[in-house]
């Protein structure tokens, strides 16, 4: 069964450092997502992307934060200086386009900022 | 804007007992609503939705979930409790800002369930 996959499972920087979070989506999905959860907290929209842009960011998705589809299979997240609040677990997913359809998860990445 | 609240943090049942997990939404247009769960480690995986069919859903493992618009509520059911159940549940509303959908999810605050012998 196709799922969506992330890497790395776990990293851990030094505030001020770049991070780079990767996703490797369905093969046949097209919209793709990024969401956050801080430790104890709700799970949290930060960016929908489609068609090569953004289509829809939050308010926590500020400049820090960027997104990119790079070669057709990866979607990556970075984030240009961590900030101790940027800990939290990231998860990315997919999405065939039809708006009732699942949005595919993958496992995480767990973000530690020192 | 949309939001869900899921009323209790923890909930604790014994095995072979009804699972009864609560979730009210608020909303301006007629919500898509989802359940999803979460064992550990492991990434968020989709157990029921509704999206303005039936208000009795059925998803996966035996779990079901009623759409009561007059209670805003979308709880999630299960008849008997197995110690597989033991995970974190997320009741989620799917966005629709001016009738524009990019499938953005709002998440309640998760419930993790615990299922002992």
């Known amino acids: 069964e196709p799922e969506v996959t992330q890497t790395p499972s776990h990293q851990v920087t030094q505030m001020g450092q770049e991070v780079i979070l990767r996703c490797v989506p369905i093969s046949n999905h097209l919209y793709f997502y990024w969401y956050r959860q801080i430790l104890g907290q709700k799970v949290e929209f930060l960016v929908s992307f489609y068609n090569n842009e953004i289509s829809e960011k939050s308010e926590i998705f500020d400049d820090q934060f960027s997104v990119e589809r790079p070669d057709g299979s990866n979607f990556t997240l970075k984030i240009r200086s961590t900030k101790l609040e940027d800990s939290a677990m990231y998860f990315c997913?997919?999405?065939?386009?039809?708006?009732?359809?699942?949005?595919?998860f993958g496992p995480g990445t767990r973000l530690t900022v020192l | 804007a949309q939001s869900v609240t899921q009323l209790g943090s923890h909930v604790s049942v014994s095995e072979g007992a009804l699972v009864l997990l609560r979730c009210n939404y608020s909303s301006s247009v007629p919500p898509y609503l989802f359940w999803y769960v979460q064992y550990p480690n492991q990434g968020l995986q989709l157990l029921l939705k509704?999206?303005?069919?039936?208000?009795l859903v059925k998803g996966i493992n035996g779990f079901e979930a009623e759409f009561k618009k007059s209670e805003t509520s979308f709880h999630l059911t299960k008849p008997s409790a197995h110690m597989s159940d033991a995970a974190e549940y997320f009741c989620?509303?799917?966005?629709?800002?001016?009738?524009?959908?990019?499938?953005?999810?709002?998440f309640g605050q998760g419930t993790i369930l615990t299922v002992h012998p």
């Open positions: 509704y999206t303005s069919a039936a208000t």
């Open positions: 989620a509303v799917l966005g629709n800002a001016g009738g524009t959908s990019y499938g953005k999810l709002t």
């Open positions: 997913a997919s999405r065939y386009p039809d708006s009732l359809n699942e949005q595919f």
